[in-house]
């Protein structure tokens, strides 16, 4: 069955990044102008899916704004002729068929996917984390990289990465052996094992594709840590029944959820502008030179 329909979980505090979230959701944080949640539903869009459910909590309104008509902006800006910006936010509006539901207690993310039970119903399903921008290395997105996966052999496909072994510990790690280039058939996840105990360095990287199984599987996780219903758990459970392959895609993982890694994020992003790149550049090097020259930095 075709994939039709994307997930994505937005409904976290935000709490690495207070004060900036205490009025405004994290996924509302701009890499360069765009919000990072606007990037991952564009992920979604280029890889076939228009059909999208964001799980949201209280206090995140600004995302539905953000992907809703704003006929007032609209009207000032097409009485001040400035067509470029009009388009642009029309567009967004435009992006997807987007729905969204509340969870309502902060429950972990397996919590907040088993909220998508209803809308998803009976159908395999995209998960796109929403604090996680995902740079493919060449021209197909990510989760379109794991639908080309799925499409083959029909069953459950989670994003990976290979990150150096003394920071699997960071990750859940997988466990399994290369069946062809890059495609992994998946024995095991191991969640934040110390180095010397990693079946691998390859971590899951934050997209993932479910047969709808998984919902059952969802619902009898028991809570872990902070009694959260770890989404790793219900995928071990699934393991028992059904396969489940691994795809080192072709991409590099942003985390815009921490703050060295959103500013890194902003910096990567904005070199690839080519209203930016310039000067952009210039100020970096700038920067660079006056830190190996000690006139900045210093206490």
Do not use: C, M, W
């Given at each position: 069955m075709k994939?039709?329909?994307?997930?994505?979980?937005?409904?976290?505090?935000?709490?690495?990044?207070?004060?900036?979230t205490k009025a405004q959701p994290k996924e509302m944080l701009t890499i360069v102008d765009t919000p990072v949640i606007q990037y991952v539903v564009e992920e979604a869009v280029a890889s076939g899916i228009?059909?999208?459910?964001?799980?949201?909590?209280?206090?995140?309104r600004a995302v539905e704004d953000h992907f809703d008509r704003s006929f007032e902006l609209e009207a000032d800006l097409e009485g001040k002729h400035k067509e470029e910006e009009l388009k642009m936010v029309r567009r967004i509006a435009d992006l997807a068929d987007i729905h969204y539901v509340r969870q309502k207690t902060m429950n972990g993310l397996g919590d907040a996917i088993l909220h998508a039970r209803q809308h998803v119903g009976n159908e395999p399903f995209a998960v796109l984390l929403g604090d996680t921008l995902m740079q493919?290395?060449?021209?197909?997105?990510?989760?379109?990289?794991?639908?080309?996966?799925?499409?083959?052999?029909?069953?459950?496909?989670?994003?990976?990465?290979?990150?150096?072994?003394?920071?699997?510990?960071?990750?859940?790690v997988v466990s399994g052996s290369a069946i062809e280039d890059g495609i992994v058939f998946v024995d095991n996840f191991v969640e934040k094992p110390k180095p010397e105990e990693a079946p691998s360095n390859l971590v899951i990287a934050s997209r993932y594709v479910f047969t709808p199984e998984i919902f059952s599987h969802l619902e009898k996780v028991k809570p872990g840590k902070n009694g959260e219903i770890q989404l790793t758990d219900a995928m071990i459970m699934q393991l028992q029944e059904r396969a489940m392959y691994g795809l080192k895609v072709a991409g590099h993982r942003h985390d815009?959820?921490?703050k060295l890694d959103f500013i890194?994020?902003?910096?990567?992003?904005?070199?690839?502008?080519?209203?930016?790149?310039?000067?952009?550049?210039?100020?970096i090097i700038e920067t660079?030179?006056?830190?190996?020259?000690?006139?900045?930095?210093?206490?």
């Open positions: 994939v039709r329909k994307a997930v994505i979980p937005a409904a976290g505090y935000g709490t690495r990044f207070l004060p900036a228009t059909d999208i459910l964001i799980i949201i909590s209280r206090g995140k493919p290395t060449n021209s197909v997105p990510v989760t379109k990289q794991l639908l080309e996966v799925f499409n083959r052999f029909g069953e459950s496909v989670v994003a990976l990465e290979e990150v150096p072994l003394e920071k699997v510990s960071r990750y859940g815009a959820g921490n890194k994020t902003n910096i990567t992003y904005a070199l690839e502008r080519e209203d930016l790149h310039d000067k952009l550049a210039e100020f660079a030179n006056n830190l190996k020259s000690g006139k900045i930095g210093e206490k």
